[in-house]
């Protein structure tokens, strides 16, 4: 079931990101939604160089990138081994599905996105070029990440870090004690 959730997850956010970075251009806003004097929804397209909400960690792109990758082959890892188990709950290992695919969802952007667009700029929609393609913006593991939404007191933020935020919150609400107890150690 994890696989499922993971490649729903995965698609579902790289279509998203795939059509604004094809049909907007970069701090375009396409819908916006006021209600009593708020903004409570909007969908404006940024380009994210860093982690969450563009920060800059460490200084390096290349090294969140591979920091990324390392953190998904662990908790990918970690899954791995709780399938051996009889005590995990569904909900914990959805969690850690969770987790994962938003991760994998933002690594895929910084892996392919600036090999195969052309650099997003104002009044431009960038252009899909392919692997092999002239005009590419970035190297491998040098693209930058999409994010489109925002709501009151967020981030922009995309689908997959709606994913990892939501894995995160369920683990520390609801699995707190399965986080303590679970040991890969056999018994």
């Known amino acids: 079931m994890a696989v499922v959730i993971i490649a729903a997850i995965l698609l579902f956010d790289q279509l998203v990101k795939c059509w604004v970075k094809t049909h907007m251009s970069i701090g375009e806003t396409a819908f916006e939604w ?4 708020v903004t409570w929804f909007r969908m404006t397209f940024l380009e994210n160089n ?10 390096s792109k290349l090294f969140l990138s ?9 908790v990918g890892y ?13 909900g914990f290992f959805f969690s850690l599905a969770l987790i994962l695919a938003g991760a994998a969802g933002n ?3 910084c892996m392919f996105y600036g090999l195969c667009f052309t650099s997003s ?11 092999a393609g002239d005009n590419h913006y970035a190297g491998f593991l040098e693209g930058r990440v999409v994010d489109m939404f925002e709501m009151p007191f967020t981030f922009v933020w995309n689908i997959a870090d709606a994913a990892i935020t939501i894995g995160v919150i369920m683990l520390l609400l609801l699995y707190r004690k399965d986080l ?3 040991s ?4």
């Open 34 to 37: 006021n209600a009593l004097g």
């Open 50 to 59: 860093g982690a969450a909400g563009g920060l800059q960690l460490f200084g």
């Open 66 to 74: 591979v920091f990324r990758l390392i953190a998904i082959v662990l």
């Open 78 to 90: 970690y899954m791995w081994l709780l399938t051996k188990r009889d005590q995990v709950s569904r």
């Open 107 to 109: 690594l895929i952007d």
């Open 121 to 131: 700029i104002g009044g431009t929609v960038a252009q899909y070029v392919g692997f």
């Open 180 to 182: 303590g107890k679970i």
């Open 184 to 187: 890969l150690k056999s018994e």
